[in-house]
């Protein structure tokens, strides 16, 4: 039981860093990585002690994230990039600002299936192996699907609408 305490504590930083990614928003991921904790707490008996625990804790988070998407109220819920609370820190000029939130808005736009298992090899570091675990996905499949996704991001993004400027004098 130490042990399983001990690496759940440390597995928190990288599993809220992957919470934030899924829901855009702070709250939110604060309570998803909570739900999940406290899931992983009472279901200790099924960890496997010989298998890492971010794996699992990650696969709980995607379950916990996925049955709230589900829920009417969670659906409708959508923070835009440009009021997500991104901090100073995180985003030291604004140039670098504006660059990751075109970058976030090129990941939200990713297919669902491709979106997933880059977030959870780039942002919870997850293997290949462990990805696959997580989505019950053969590790050609992640492959594949990384592949794709960063072939997808790689590509100039699309232009929009000219951007008109209001004249002021």
Request: proline share 8%; aromatic share 4%; glycine share 4%.
């Amino acid at each position: 039981m130490p042990r399983f305490r001990q690496e759940l504590k440390e597995a928190l930083p990288s599993l809220w860093r992957y919470a934030y990614v899924l829901t855009r928003d702070r709250s939110r991921a604060d309570d998803l990585v909570q739900d999940c904790a406290e899931r992983a707490l009472r279901k200790r008996h099924l960890w496997q002690a010989d298998r890492p625990i971010r794996p699992w804790l990650a696969k709980m988070a995607l379950n916990i994230h996925r049955n709230g998407l589900r829920t009417s109220a969670a659906r409708h819920i959508h923070v835009a990039y440009d009021e997500a609370d991104l901090s100073p820190h995180a985003l030291p000029s604004a140039e670098q600002g504006l660059e990751a939130m075109e970058m976030l808005r090129r990941v939200d736009a990713l297919p669902p299936e491709q979106r997933e298992v880059l977030l959870l090899v780039v942002i919870d570091g997850l293997s290949y192996a462990e990805a696959a675990g997580v989505l019950d996905i053969p590790i050609g499949t992640v492959m594949s699907r990384i592949s794709r996704a960063r072939a997808s991001l790689k590509q100039e993004p699309t232009p929009g609408p000219p951007v008109r400027l209001r004249s002021v004098t």
